[in-house]
Structures are given as C-alpha cells and as structure tokens.
C-alpha cells in the first residue's frame, strides 16, 4: 500500500521537552514538506527538503528541526524553544520541486501540550 | 505580500444549488493555483489545479488575472461534495512547490 505514514496520530509533549514526528513515505519522491495547521488559519509551511540531505526552512521554522537522511523519512522534532506547539501538523511530498506538482498528504499528527 | 484568502469560513447549501468558494490571491507574478479538499476523515488531496484546466467531481475553478480570484464552483452540488476545500497558490520564483494555503472553507451540503 503506498502512501505517507505518519505517527503517531496523537502526541502529547510536556514543558521543555523536545517530540519528534515520523513521517515515512514510499512514493519514491524526491521533495518532502512539513505543514502546521491551526484552527481557522489554513496551513503553514515549516521545513521543506528538495532532496536526501538538504532541507530548507519554511515561513514558521523557529523552534523546530528536521533531518533528511534517507530519501523515505523525513522526521520533525519540535524543540521546546516552540513556546506554542499545539497543533496539526501534516506531512507531504511530492515527485520533485516542479511548483505546479501535486502534494501527497499524511494523515497528520495532532501535537498537544500537557 | 503573497496571501491567499478564502473569505467564507463556512458555507451551507441546499443539494441541487449552484456552489461558488471564493478565493482571492495576492501576488506580484504570474502564479501557480490549486484546490485542494478534505473529505471527513480522509487525507488532504488535490481536486484541480488551473493550469490543466479540467472539471474534476463536476468542479471548475477560472483563474482571473484581473481580479486576482481563482473561485470554484459547481453548477448542482451533491451531498458528497460536503468537506473541507482549501485554496492554495504556489509562488514560481525559486522553483520550489512552497504552496501557500488559504484558511479553508467548509461546505456543507443539505438534502
């Protein structure tokens, strides 16, 4: 079955720890991305890699870090300097960086604070 | 600035009635525009982007330079068009897919 998987599907983070979000794709594409999804707020984007171990920051990088060392994986961490983390964050990719290709989309995780 | 703005948070209709999601963009180029929907409880998928001109689930979206709108719309709508739709443009410059994303409108459809 191909696809985006994302997990876990909820996460909770406690004061000052760090969260990592796995998203694992076996699409064979080249371009992955990571959204932030608030309420009422449509999607933003984090961090993008264009291919295996380049990454670039998005419009709400701070307090947040990625690693692209595979080409299927591309894992979000949520730092604890991310001072408002709740949120639904969902992961894509695409066949390469072309601006009119088409996103595949995870099932998303939904990051709490406790 | 580059923006997107879907200015319905949610929009309600009848089954049979003609359907218009506005979106409005911001944007100094020639850009990229999409729709994208999400049906409850699935993924977020592409229903059209304007540069293939095509009629997806019997949706159509007509990119007006002119008045910077790419609104999408659907002559008679079904209950199952029902979802989240979101309204996304992709800027050219840099040659990278960094869609930028409206804040969605809900269609609901009664019978």
């Known amino acids: 079955d191909g696809g985006i998987t994302q997990s876990p599907k909820y996460l909770f983070r406690k004061e000052g720890q760090n969260v990592t979000l796995s998203c694992e794709q076996n699409l064979n594409h080249d371009a992955m991305y990571w959204y932030r999804q608030d309420p009422g707020q449509g999607l933003r984007l984090i961090y993008y890699s264009q291919i295996v171990n380049d990454f670039q920051k998005g419009d709400i990088a701070e307090g947040y870090s990625v690693s692209r060392e595979k080409k299927e994986s591309f894992p979000l961490t949520v730092t604890s300097a991310q001072k408002n983390p709740t949120a639904f964050y969902l992961c894509?990719?695409?066949?390469?960086?072309?601006?009119?290709?088409?996103?595949?989309f995870g099932s998303g995780t939904q990051l709490s604070v406790l | 600035a580059q923006r997107v703005t879907q200015p319905e948070k949610l929009l309600s209709v009848f089954k049979g009635a003609p359907v218009e999601l506005k979106c409005n963009y911001s944007?100094?180029?020639?850009?990229?525009l999409f729709w994208y929907v999400q049906y409850s409880r699935q993924r977020l998928q592409l229903l059209l982007r304007h540069i293939s001109r095509e009629s997806i689930k019997g949706f159509t979206a007509d990119l007006n330079k002119g008045e910077t709108s790419f609104h999408l719309k659907k002559p008679f709508a079904q209950e199952e068009d029902s979802a989240m739709y979101y309204c996304a443009l992709s800027p050219i410059s840099g040659g990278y897919n960094k869609l930028i994303f409206g804040a969605g409108t809900r269609l609901a459809v009664h019978p």
């Open positions: 944007y100094s180029g020639s850009p990229e």
């Open positions: 894509a990719s695409t066949t390469g960086a072309a601006t009119n290709e088409k996103l595949f």
